[in-house]
């Protein structure tokens, strides 16, 4: 199976043979990717550096792709993202790979949950959270074509198909006890757990800016305003966006994410991660329950 990483890297390059101002920059991490060219740029294992320098390539009127693994990209350089890119107001696209735990072999330093809950402080970002390598090109030849600040977050986990990529919500199942809210490459295991229930699944592949109007008309559709929201990264993360979408509606809010409440040391495998996090089927669908009631009830 073509991974999500795979199609970024082969998108880019394409891009690249016909736009000048397409630039990579990377700390190591992937040179292997990419064909050698005067257009990537490999500063070592320099993160900080990475990003200051996608930043003045920038400034100088190219567009940067800054490219590494999620805390490589977001939390260690963090600083250089708020101020560098965001404070000068200048636009690029950065691509994370490893997900929250994709590789959990390599251990805490390869894992990154609150990437988008870190972003998600600073202003002007569009952040993607494709759920199937079919959906990246898309959004990457969009990404190089702007100006403005985006973030891809890319997953070795893939759903079963891709969905058209959009700006705001993809309604793929309708129900009337509620709205299951499933991001990325967490919808197929949303549908899953929520098979026979009587509730509408809403898949979200651009999670910000937040599509607070798509929210509203699901509920409106539903008559409930009970959510679930799904996401692959830390728990709670959109929790404040579903909140304020919601602000003038009663509504009851169940977030399922990476867990606060505890840092896993065991390595173990991505699926052993998605159980101790209740983010596989059986923890889904369990949340699922309590929140919408059994599917026998709502036959």
């Known amino acids: 199976m073509t991974t999500m990483r795979q199609v970024f890297v082969d998108t880019v390059e394409e891009v690249m043979r016909h736009d000048p101002r397409v630039v990579v920059v990377i700390a190591e991490i992937s040179r292997d990717a990419f064909r050698p060219q005067d257009r990537l740029i490999n500063v070592g294992i320099r993160e900080q550096a990475m990003v200051g320098v996608g930043a003045g390539l920038a400034l100088a009127g190219l567009r940067p792709v800054v490219h590494s693994y999620a805390p490589f990209l977001v939390e260690r350089p963090f600083e250089q993202v708020k101020l ?11 691509v994370g790979i490893g997900g929250s735990y994709d590789d959990p072999a390599w251990g805490r330093t390869h894992q990154a949950p609150g990437d988008v809950a870190l972003l998600d402080t600073l202003p ?28 891809l977050r890319l997953s070795l986990r893939q759903n079963a198909a891709p969905l058209p990529v959009v700006e705001g919500f993809t309604e793929v199942r309708r129900g009337g006890r509620g709205v299951v809210v499933a991001v990325g490459p967490l919808l197929d295991t949303a549908l899953a757990a929520t098979e026979g229930t009587d509730v509408t699944v809403l898949y979200a592949s651009r999670v910000r800016p937040f599509d607070a109007a798509g929210l509203r008309a699901a509920v409106g559709r539903t008559g409930r305003a009970d959510v679930l929201l799904v996401e692959p990264y830390l728990e709670g993360t959109s929790a404040h966006h579903v909140a304020e979408a919601l602000a003038d509606v009663p509504h ?48």
């Open 252 to 299: 009851r809010l169940r977030s399922l994410g990476v867990r606060r409440d505890a840092e896993l040391r065991a390595y173990g495998t991505a699926e052993d991660h998605d159980s101790a996090h209740d983010l596989d089927v059986l923890g889904v669908a369990a949340a699922a329950r309590r929140m919408f009631g059994h599917p026998a009830a709502a036959a």
């Open 124 to 151: 002007g970002w569009t952040v993607h959270v494709p759920g199937h390598a079919g959906e990246v090109e898309p959004v990457v030849r969009a990404a190089l074509a702007g100006d403005d600040r985006v973030y």
């Open 84 to 94: 560098d890119f965001g404070h000068q107001d200048v636009g690029g696209v950065l």
